[in-house]
């Protein structure tokens, strides 16, 4: 599982021109025929004009079909595994006593949302299932990618609660009662669905050995700072009132909430400092710390960026005091450079520009040296692809002496960025900071600070 072969090209549907896809193939082996079964799901458009009306854009309305190999050289003849009459993806099989059990996602969209895990059974591997049964995952919950293993007595049913972005479970001992056993599972940060089987534990132990082997020194690091976090000292979850937790700079930027969680949104004029906006937290911290939240990008604009202030206090010369609130007034048209020449803070910019533009980038202030942003910016990286608008990235910041880290994930990708700030005074405590650059708008949702202690 390690070191694969090239990979090959197998026309399991090229005898079909009308095919549009093969989505999500799995693999059975058959130990009475001594033969793999492959088998996906594939639509072949204006094939079931009768159910394709009930299908998403009226187009893909799959069935599922097969192919049988010894050697995955030669291949059998594509046939048809299921068609029950209506939309099905992502079939399971797995075998049971004299029977065989095929999980499936009821693809159905209209008139009424199905988009869940039913089973249907045969006494043959392939062909013969019947009409499915009622859905087997949870009511009101779009699933898909089911994964079923057997535990002493007890199956295990795995799905993938897309639209909620996460893992869900379901338990049963007949494979007929279901009970939901999402609370008691975990998986790892971004994992999505995929099939779940058994290897020797030689095997496993070798994955899980090049597996550690294969982080970096930094990775291991994060992750340990990660696990050590303690207290919890701040948390909104966004669908509050705002200002509870939060104060504003600047006049014109707004902030809404709803169970979507917290729209932040800068003024839409461009080249317009009044137009920028600063969400201050109300508490200020100290220490070391983990920040944590979801984040997506609302706006379409390839102007400016997104920055986040770690512990930022003022200058302490003349009006701007240390308790930044002391000289909220100042800050009413939130100039940027009222920020970088009176605040001793850490600051990272993402989100930058447009897509192919885009930087992730960190600073610490030095309001001492009085020389502007010369010689605060302690690294940037460039293109890195991630901030497309709506969607959803899970951010994760680590302040830990003078190391910074910043992780960004969503479902298709995932970075670690880390910074030293050695050459310029700690930062030991202050507020945290949301900046919008003006025309910039984005969504947080369970925004939590916590605090490191320890080596």
């Given at each position: 599982?390690?070191?694969?072969?090239?990979?090959?090209?197998?026309?399991?549907?090229?005898y079909?021109?009308?095919?549009?896809?093969?989505?999500?193939?799995?693999?059975?082996?058959?130990?009475?025929?001594?033969?793999?079964?492959?088998?996906?799901?594939?639509?072949?458009?204006?094939?079931?004009?009768?159910?394709?009306?009930?299908?998403?854009?009226?187009?893909?309305?799959?069935?599922?079909?097969?192919?049988t190999?010894?050697?995955?050289?030669?291949?059998?003849?594509?046939k048809?595994?299921?068609?029950?009459?209506?939309?099905?993806?992502?079939?399971?099989?797995?075998?049971?006593?004299?029977?065989?059990?095929?999980?499936?996602?009821?693809?159905?969209?209209?008139?009424?949302?199905?988009?869940?895990?039913?089973?249907?059974?045969?006494?043959?591997?392939?062909?013969?299932?019947?009409?499915?049964?009622?859905?087997?995952?949870?009511?009101?919950?779009?699933v898909?990618?089911?994964?079923?293993?057997?535990?002493?007595?007890?199956?295990?049913?795995?799905?993938?609660?897309?639209?909620?972005?996460?893992?869900?479970?379901?338990?049963?001992?007949?494979?007929?009662?279901?009970?939901?056993?999402?609370?008691?599972?975990?998986?790892?940060?971004?994992?999505?669905h995929?099939?779940?089987?058994?290897?020797?534990?030689?095997?496993?132990?070798?994955?899980?050995?090049?597996?550690?082997?294969?982080?970096?020194?930094?990775?291991?690091?994060?992750?340990?700072?990660?696990?050590?976090?303690?207290?919890?000292?701040?948390?909104?979850?966004?669908?509050?009132?705002?200002?509870?937790?939060?104060?504003?700079?600047?006049?014109?930027?707004?902030?809404?909430?709803?169970?979507?969680?917290?729209?932040?949104?800068?003024?839409?004029?461009?080249?317009?400092?009044?137009?920028?906006?600063?969400?201050?937290?109300?508490?200020?911290?100290?220490?070391?710390?983990?920040?944590?939240?979801?984040?997506?990008?609302?706006?379409?604009?390839?102007?400016?960026?997104?920055?986040?202030?770690?512990?930022?206090?003022?200058?302490?010369e003349?009006?701007?005091?240390?308790?930044?609130?002391?000289?909220?007034?100042?800050?009413?048209?939130?100039?940027?450079?009222?920020?970088?020449?009176?605040?001793?803070?850490?600051?990272?910019?993402?989100a930058?520009?447009?897509?192919?533009?885009?930087?992730?980038?960190?600073?610490?202030?030095r309001?001492?040296?009085?020389?502007?942003?010369?010689?605060?910016?302690?690294?940037?990286?460039?293109?890195?692809?991630?901030?497309?608008?709506?969607?959803?990235?899970?951010?994760?910041?680590?302040?830990k002496?003078?190391?910074?880290y910043?992780?960004?994930?969503?479902?298709?990708?995932?970075?670690?960025?880390?910074?030293?700030?050695?050459?310029?005074?700690?930062?030991?405590?202050?507020?945290?900071?949301?900046?919008?650059?003006?025309?910039?708008?984005?969504?947080?949702?369970?925004?939590?600070?916590?605090?490191?202690?320890?080596?």
């Amino acid at each position: 599982l390690l070191n694969g072969s090239e990979q090959m090209y197998i026309p399991v549907m090229e005898y079909e021109d009308s095919a549009m896809n093969c989505w999500a193939p799995e693999l059975f082996y058959d130990e009475d025929s001594e033969e793999y079964m492959i088998y996906w799901a594939t639509t072949i458009a204006g094939k079931y004009p009768e159910t394709v009306k009930f299908a998403k854009d009226r187009t893909r309305d799959h069935r599922m079909y097969y192919v049988t190999t010894r050697d995955f050289k030669t291949f059998s003849e594509t046939k048809q595994l299921y068609n029950q009459g209506f939309n099905v993806i992502d079939a399971v099989v797995v075998k049971e006593g004299g029977e065989y059990i095929m999980l499936l996602k009821d693809e159905t969209l209209l008139p009424e949302a199905q988009k869940n895990i039913k089973i249907a059974r045969s006494k043959n591997l392939s062909e013969g299932y019947g009409k499915p049964g009622a859905q087997i995952s949870p009511k009101g919950i779009w699933v898909e990618g089911p994964s079923l293993m057997k535990f002493g007595d007890e199956w295990i049913l795995y799905y993938d609660q897309y639209r909620l972005h996460a893992m869900g479970g379901m338990k049963s001992s007949d494979l007929e009662h279901w009970t939901d056993i999402s609370d008691q599972i975990s998986f790892p940060e971004g994992t999505r669905h995929g099939t779940a089987f058994k290897v020797p534990i030689e095997l496993y132990n070798n994955l899980l050995f090049n597996d550690i082997f294969a982080n970096s020194d930094e990775e291991e690091r994060f992750d340990e700072l990660y696990k050590s976090a303690g207290e919890t000292l701040f948390s909104d979850n966004g669908t509050g009132d705002w200002s509870e937790k939060w104060h504003l700079d600047g006049k014109i930027g707004y902030v809404e909430n709803s169970k979507e969680g917290m729209d932040f949104h800068a003024g839409p004029e461009i080249k317009n400092d009044a137009h920028h906006a600063v969400l201050w937290t109300k508490e200020t911290f100290a220490g070391d710390l983990l920040i944590e939240y979801d984040y997506t990008r609302l706006d379409t604009s390839d102007a400016q960026v997104n920055i986040i202030y770690i512990e930022a206090t003022g200058s302490g010369e003349g009006e701007y005091t240390k308790d930044i609130f002391e000289w909220n007034k100042l800050r009413e048209v939130p100039s940027m450079s009222t920020y970088f020449n009176n605040m001793n803070t850490l600051h990272i910019s993402y989100a930058a520009l447009d897509i192919e533009e885009d930087y992730v980038r960190a600073r610490r202030y030095r309001p001492d040296l009085g020389t502007r942003l010369k010689g605060t910016d302690l690294g940037a990286t460039y293109g890195t692809g991630f901030f497309k608008t709506g969607v959803k990235h899970h951010i994760i910041i680590v302040k830990k002496g003078f190391d910074l880290y910043m992780k960004v994930s969503n479902d298709e990708q995932s970075e670690l960025y880390k910074w030293n700030y050695a050459d310029h005074p700690e930062v030991r405590e202050g507020r945290i900071a949301l900046r919008h650059m003006y025309s910039r708008s984005s969504r947080y949702k369970n925004f939590v600070v916590k605090e490191i202690s320890g080596e």
